[in-house]
């Protein structure tokens, strides 16, 4: 029997260099999104713990406002820190020993 023989031709090699070529760039883009998507995570549970301590805020900024617009509050603070008195309230001063 006669041996055939294989008749390499250039396309084969091109073919075989433009797969390789579009395999390493599949690669390294799949490694660049896979790193963007971690750097995404990391970012995602930064911003979700910040808005867990804006919530956390700004129910105690609520409850400082309701308990400011308290008038029995604002009395008492009042008389307090600037030593006011009520109407028809007497005032007792005594000396210092």
Request: glycine fraction near 6%.
């Amino acid at each position: 029997m006669a041996k055939i023989k294989k008749v390499k031709t250039k396309g084969g090699k091109i073919r075989k260099w433009i797969f390789i070529v579009f395999a390493v760039y599949v690669v390294i883009t799949l490694i660049s999104q896979q790193t963007t998507m971690w750097k995404l995570e990391e970012e995602k549970a930064q911003i979700l713990e910040e808005i867990e301590k804006l919530t956390d805020e700004g129910e105690e900024l609520q409850q400082k406002l309701e308990l400011y617009n308290d008038y029995n509050y604002i009395e008492m603070i009042a008389r307090k820190n600037l030593g006011l008195v009520g109407e028809g309230e007497e005032v007792y001063i005594f000396p210092d020993d």
